[in-house]
Structure formats: C-alpha cells, structure tokens
C-alpha cells in the first residue's frame, strides 16, 4: 500500500490486507515509488496467502488467524469492486488475494468450528463467522467515508494481523504455524514499507503517522519470526 499525506500524490495507487499496489505509471507521481519493489511485495502476499491454502488444506486448521482472514477480506471486498484500482496488474493482485482468501474463509468454515472450545461458538461458527465478515465491510466502508485513506486501512489491518500471529503462536503450540509464511509476510511488508518511504524521501516529506506504523508492522513481525525459531 501506499501511503501520502494529505494532498500528495493524490491520484497515486495504494493497497492492503493486507496489502499493497504500485502506483499508477501514468500518473507523474509513480515515478517516486519503486515500483518493481512493490511488485515483490504484493508477490510475497500472494504466496502468503497460497501457502496458507496448502497448509490448512494439509493440516485442517487456519494457517492465519480467522480475525485476519475477516479483515483482509473486508478490505479486498469494498477495494477490488467498489474502488479498484487504475493500474490492471494491480487490479490483478487485488483478485488474486481475494480469490485466495476466499478459499481459506472456506477453510474456515469446513473446519474452524472444530476447533472451538465454546460450544455456543462452535454450534454457530458460521453464522457468527459470515455475520462478523459483514460487520467489518460495513465498518471499513464508514472509516474510508470518514477518512478517505484505504492505503493506511491497509496498513492498520496488516498491524493487527501482525499482532495476532503473535496471539495465535501462544494459543496453537505450534499446529498450523509456518515459518516460510512469517518469513514472507515480514519481507513482503518490509518491501512495501521501504518503496514508501523511498517515495517519501524523493518528495522530501513524511508521513508519520504511516511511518510509525510501518515501524510497528516490523517489529512485530521480527518478533513472530523470532519466536518461531525457539
């Protein structure tokens, strides 16, 4: 995704869940942001999110906590149709990390309730599941009218998902834990972050609230990777 300060770079493209886009090469301002580095980002999601299919497909159980799986899709839902982006390879991306999420709400769904220690939860896990999903559509959508940022959305959705990996290390005791997909989510934002503020550099401006964010993100992120090696 990515970031700007109000009123710059207006017409530049942005990402999520997630999580990111390149910007538009027809717009003046696409030259800020390298743009083949956020290509390998937004291809770092996508195998993210595959190999989450594959591991939950073996394992039958979510390879990314189902609060990520939600938000993520919320955001792709409302920012793949409502406002897709200008750019068709990352009009691309967007579906690719919808169609993907797609398969591991299914996966969810077929297997989450299982696992549930709740039994009202576990008598009602696709209604409360699908239900939380529309809430977060409708929530997402009111913070964009309200805000108009869905690259920072993104970001904050990518923050939170970062954090509950770190839940979900603790909770699982290692079932259904990857080091390949914390690899990638780490370098895949890391990627996006530095295209930011490479931007950001070249513009001679920043935008903090975003950088402290990314900062977040990365350590967070340093932190699942660490815990994954004990």
Same mark, same amino acid.
């Given at each position: 995704?990515?970031?700007?300060?109000?009123?710059?770079?207006?017409?530049?493209?942005?990402?999520?869940?997630?999580?990111?886009?390149?910007?538009?090469?027809?717009?003046?301002? #696409?030259?800020?942001?390298?743009?083949?580095?956020?290509?390998?980002?937004?291809?770092?999601?996508?195998?993210?999110?595959?190999?989450?299919?594959?591991?939950?497909?073996?394992?039958?159980?979510?390879?990314?906590?189902?609060?990520?799986?939600?938000?993520?899709?919320?955001?792709?839902?409302?920012?793949?149709?409502?406002?897709?982006?200008?750019?068709?390879?990352?009009?691309?991306?967007?579906?690719?990390?919808?169609?993907?999420?797609?398969?591991?709400?299914?996966?969810?769904? @077929? @297997? #989450?309730?299982?696992?549930?220690?709740?039994?009202?939860?576990?008598?009602?896990?696709?209604?409360?599941?699908? #239900?939380?999903?529309?809430?977060?559509?409708?929530?997402?959508?009111?913070?964009?009218?309200?805000?108009?940022?869905?690259?920072?959305?993104?970001?904050?959705?990518?923050?939170?998902?970062?954090?509950?990996?770190?839940?979900?290390?603790?909770?699982?005791?290692?079932?259904?834990?990857?080091?390949?997909?914390?690899?990638?989510?780490?370098?895949?934002?890391?990627?996006?972050?530095?295209?930011?503020?490479?931007?950001?550099?070249?513009?001679?401006?920043?935008?903090?609230?975003?950088?402290?964010?990314?900062?977040?993100?990365?350590?967070?992120?340093?932190?699942?990777?660490?815990?994954?090696?004990?």
């Amino acid at each position: 995704m990515l970031f700007r300060p109000s009123g710059w770079c207006n017409g530049a493209e942005d990402r999520v869940g997630l999580l990111t886009a390149a910007a538009d090469a027809h717009h003046p301002c #696409g030259a800020v942001v390298p743009e083949r580095l956020t290509l390998v980002g937004q291809a770092s999601w996508v195998c993210v999110y595959a190999l989450a299919v594959w591991i939950g497909a073996r394992d039958r159980v979510s390879a990314i906590p189902v609060a990520a799986i939600l938000l993520n899709l919320s955001w792709e839902f409302l920012f793949a149709f409502w406002r897709p982006p200008a750019s068709r390879a990352t009009r691309v991306l967007y579906w690719s990390w919808l169609i993907l999420d797609l398969v591991l709400l299914v996966e969810v769904l @077929w @297997w #989450g309730a299982a696992a549930e220690p709740n039994g009202f939860i576990r008598d009602h896990h696709a209604t409360l599941v699908l #239900g939380a999903l529309g809430l977060l559509v409708g929530l997402q959508w009111l913070v964009y009218r309200a805000f108009g940022q869905k690259e920072l959305q993104a970001y904050v959705v990518n923050l939170i998902m970062s954090a509950l990996f770190i839940q979900m290390y603790f909770a699982r005791h290692g079932q259904g834990l990857s080091l390949s997909i914390a690899w990638l989510k780490f370098l895949g934002t890391g990627a996006i972050s530095v295209a930011n503020v490479s931007g950001w550099i070249r513009e001679r401006r920043v935008f903090r609230g975003g950088l402290a964010i990314m900062v977040a993100v990365a350590l967070l992120d340093a932190l699942y990777v660490a815990l994954l090696y004990r």
